[in-house]
């Protein structure tokens, strides 16, 4: 309206302004006025033009702005869930941590040790990756499975009980302890955000591809670690081993870390160690350390070795349900191409890999692309059947006819005319072995030519993420449940247009989300059943990893004085907790 408005203004302008004109050419020149109308028409001819010019624009505009809207309402609904955590008064304005100082009832404080050599023993610092030697300061842990009960799903250590919606994603939380809860919460939310709206209540917003079945939520959020902090430390720190920096607290362990930033994280040997550092069992062996876990399956296994000969050890057998596979590269490079991964499937023997790894790793396999469970509707296969079955079998010679025909059909007349093949691990001893293996199988079976690259664990991940590698020594697939659609997503799928925050292959294999999301959405157990199968066969025509681990044996040591912990030589299959700890005591 306001346009047409301005236009009219225009109009009526001109008009006028050719008015005086004519009138002044009238009094100036007497009786030839007739031809100056023209020149007035062809100036509103000109305004009309530009009219149309001004409208196409605007017209286009509108419709780019109306588009995004809707594009940006729908991501917007579809990837948050809220869980409430309910307290029954008002919350802390910091997290404390209680303290635990040697009680006589108890024989003092056990001597705890994660991962790492001996020489990472420390009271209240434990290692925080898997034979990496990183020291971390510890928190209390919240709910646990509990190990001992078979019949009880989850023990609370903080919270008594929960009320849950019938969708699942209110959870409330009823704590005994009131107003610590929240706070108890926060240094666990790994990365979720969180707000309270009032002084009774916590509010956390977890994206929704994280989040688990009802158990496994609780579970995620306890903290893997133990309460062994003494009074000293929580003194220098003022209960809040959440704010010390690693650089700041990394114990007496044999590596300590010197640099932590977005860009890197450095460790170094640790100078006040030196070269006395005592092996694992030595520790053990020697009363130096109550209890002790991931120690190697060629010290636990040995008959005759120092620690099952023993006479004041007790040992126990973990089984963790977390999956592992190679990691081939889906985004860049020769293994872009699924014929070029399917031949690297066939060329590396992954049974040969565990043989390998197995003075390392104690690995057990089954399934295929998840763990054999049919009793839960997953399609699965048995060892033996893999045992039988191209990709998973020691490669026979038709096997290799294939690969080589595969590699063809990609654009390489042999595998010497695939670019030389950059394989990372990181300087782990296990991995060093394995990675050599895939070298030399690559070489005698295929042909190939590859590189391998030793670095430090952060560089090493970094390069994943980063896909500066071509092969990886192992990917991690972390298993919340034996569900496949529950971990495939945040593994080898897309969340929100990106992939998963484990998919460090950068796999995107087409219908591979919206199979995960008809799986889960099955109702009976043949439907499931024929849904896997389907998934299955895409992973096998994509080959998106080499899987190599359903699960692995954690051999746990201790002494028979550390009372109150499990049975000597038995076994439990579960997620990674290190136990309920509150009911153990020395005897001593």
Known sequence: ???????????????????????????????QPAAEPQVIEKIVEVEKVVEKEVQVPVEVVKEVVVEKIVEVEKVVTRMDREVVIATPSPAESHFYMAATSPNAK????????????????????????????????????????????????????????????????????????????????RPNLRGCKGHTPNDYTLVVTIPESDVKPLQWTMTGWSSQYLKIADDAELAKYNGRFHEVSPVDSSGSGPYIMTEINDDRV??????????????????????????????????????????????????????????????????????????VRKAIAIGLDVEQVRKVLSPYFQ????????????????????????????????????????????????????????????????????FLSAVQAYQAMLKENLDIESQIEVSEMGIYHQKYHDREYDIGAEMYFPMHNPYPEEWLQYTLGYVDGKPGGMNRSGANMPGFDDLLLELGNTKTMEERMEVSKRLFDLLLDEMPHLPMTMGYVNHEWWSKDFKGYRCDECSYTGAYMGGKWDYVWLDR
């Open 106 to 185: 108890r024989g003092g404080i056990a001597r705890i040790h994660q991962h790492g050599p001996a020489g990472s023993y420390d009271i209240f610092s434990s290692t925080s990756n898997t034979r990496q030697n990183w020291m971390s300061l510890v928190y209390d842990q919240l709910l646990v499975k509990s190990a001992r009960d078979p019949s009880s799903e989850v023990v609370p250590d903080l919270a008594h009980t929960w009320e849950v919606s019938d969708d699942f994603i209110d959870i409330h939380f009823l704590p005994p302890g009131g107003s610590e809860v929240p706070q108890r919460f």
């Open 266 to 339: 450095r460790t170094e040997a640790n100078p006040t160690t030196g070269t006395q550092m005592l092996l694992i069992w030595m520790g053990l062996t020697s009363s130096g350390v109550d209890w002790s876990m991931f120690i190697t399956p060629v010290d636990s296994n040995d008959p005759d070795g120092p620690l099952a000969t023993h006479p004041g050890l007790n040992h126990g057998y973990h089984t963790i349900p977390d999956a592992a596979g190679i990691g081939l590269n889906n985004v860049t490079g020769p293994l872009s191409d699924p014929r």
């Open 363 to 430: 690995a057990e396999y089954h399934g295929g692309f998840w763990p054999y469970s049919p009793e839960l509707g997953n399609f699965s296969l048995t060892k033996p059947q893999l045992d039988e079955m191209k990709y998973f079998r020691s490669p026979t010679p038709e096997d290799l006819a294939e690969a080589r025909q595969l590699l063809a059909e990609a654009g390489y007349a042999s595998g010497a005319d695939v670019p030389t093949l950059t394989i990372i691990t990181m300087e782990d001893p296990g």
């Open 1 to 31: 309206m306001e346009g047409t408005m301005i236009k009219d203004r225009k109009y009526y302008l001109l008009l006028a302004l050719g008015a005086v004109f004519v009138l002044a050419l009238a009094v100036a020149c007497g009786s």
